[in-house]
């Protein structure tokens, strides 16, 4: 259990992408998934969180105590040594280009 995510692995597929992050210590995109689409509530949530704190590779996208924590996933088994994620290049989101 120690090397698996916290969601089941059928979540981070590229069909399931719902939004991207950045890590603000090495700058690579991560992405956030979920099983549904984010209602409007849900998407005000996520611009809060998105506008107003600092992601890490590795880390939680939100506590376990916030009310998209079993919502909105994103890999936490990775690190910023990890490469930019396979979905970033097979989904169809407006990504930012970058060269790796």
């Known amino acids: 259990m120690q090397n698996s ?3 089941l692995s059928t979540i981070f597929t590229n069909t399931k992408v719902r939004n991207i992050i950045q890590c603000f210590q090495c ?8 099983e549904k689409a984010l209602n409007n509530t849900q998407q005000f ?6 506008d107003n704190w600092d992601y890490s590779c590795g880390s939680s996208f ?20 990890s490469p930019i ?7 169809h989101k407006n990504n930012p280009t970058i060269c790796y």
């Open 5 to 7: 995510e916290r969601a």
């Open 27 to 34: 700058g690579k995109f991560r992405y956030l998934y979920s």
């Open 45 to 50: 949530l996520f611009k809060c969180i998105f």
């Open 62 to 81: 939100v506590p376990e105590s916030h009310e998209l924590y079993n919502i909105l996933f994103v890999r936490e088994k990775i690190s910023c040594e």
């Open 85 to 91: 994620e396979l979905a970033y290049y097979s989904s």
